[in-house]
């Protein structure tokens, strides 16, 4: 479940607050902060069980994952498969809480978050794929909110798309030699050359959108300040990063949590 690693969560956490918080004018149901919370950590980690559990065979090649616990046998593929149905059924129990709309949201959702792992067999670019799992959300926030499926919400999610595409190129750097070894696919292997390109054009496209949209809010000056500190720290997280060296491509991809944590107190203040 990744419980000991929570940057994941963390970054699919985020742009769901954001969300939240654009759909409801700079405020956050709590019956809705819970149930987001909640679910994020839920979906995130049925999505690396069943990822582990399809990824299997090929984790046992690869010394950085040859030690999870389904590659190790210390789960059984058995026990991984009940879990993951607890957790989805968990979620499930989350969903009764949202509307109809939200609820069809997060269906579709659901076929994304099983399609992913088998995506890195025959897809090129298969974060393309992870892009609609981790963006998501803001389309189930804007639609428990607000019961509706506004251009900001697509806007968002569209920005988010483009910022999963950067640092998840990132993370896949630092597999890049095992996974073409072992067949598996990667926007780092396909973008080869120019991945640094893409980290740069889908960070600051992410960033650009999210400020479009707070001009179509009665934003305040706190939310200019902000998004200008968060473009300058963007900047120099990517300028002195070497994405040459693996460890360094991990640690960029680390500390894009607090690029989301950045914008999220950003929007709050700037709508409040």
Known sequence: MRLDRPTGTLLLLWPTLIALIYAGNGFIRTDLLIVFCLGTLVMRSAGCVINDYFDRDFDKKVLRTSTRPIAS??????????????????????????????????????CIVLFYPLAKRFFKVPQLVLGLAFSGGILMAFAATSNNLSI??????????????????????????????????????????????????????????IFMVGLSKEINLSFYLGMF??????????????????????????????VGALIFFTVLIGLN
């Open 73 to 110: 046998g210390a789960v059984s593929r058995k026990e991984a498969l009940i879990l993951f149905c607890f957790l989805i059924i968990l979620s499930c129990l989350l969903l009764t809480f949202l509307n109809m709309l939200a609820l069809k949201v997060a269906l579709s959702l659901f």
């Open 152 to 209: 900001p919400a697509f806007l968002l999610f569209i920005g988010n798309y483009f910022w999963v595409l950067a640092y998840d190129t990132s993370y896949a750097m630092t597999d890049k030699k095992d996974d073409l070894s072992i067949g598996i696919k990667s926007s780092a292997i396909y973008f080869e050359g120019k991945e640094e390109n893409i980290i740069w054009l889908g960070s600051l496209l992410n960033l650009l959108i």
């Open 229 to 258: 500190l968060t473009s300058i720290y963007v900047i120099h997280l990517i300028s002195s990063t070497d994405f040459n060296h693996e460890d360094s491509c991990l640690n960029f991809f680390k500390k894009n949590n607090w």
